[in-house]
């Protein structure tokens, strides 16, 4: 059985919620911001985007263990961020297995 992708509305709800996780810690918005170079008012602005939101669960992906954190927290299955995130990029579903 393939693993699905959700949906556009799915996987950009995620994105918003990860970037309310990252932003609601100081140190975890602080080093977002810093590993991407942009600003809190840049991410506000942007938020909206496919683009931006895939930005948002790439960092979470990137780092195990704020990933983990991220999931357990959410109560998400640790494999959410990644689909949501190949769903925002625009990853067909014939790629999944």
Known sequence: MKTRL?????????ACTAAAWLVRD????RRFL???GMDLAH???HLAEPAMQA?????LLADESLLLAFTAE?????DQPRL???QLCGTPDDNLF
């Open 6 to 14: 959700p949906s556009p509305d799915e996987a950009s709800t995620l």
């Open 43 to 45: 991410l506000r602005a």
């Open 34 to 36: 810093n590993e991407t």
């Open 55 to 59: 930005a948002v669960l790439e960092f």
């Open 26 to 29: 100081e140190g975890r918005c």
């Open 84 to 86: 949501a995130w190949m």
């Open 74 to 78: 959410e109560g998400l299955a640790p």
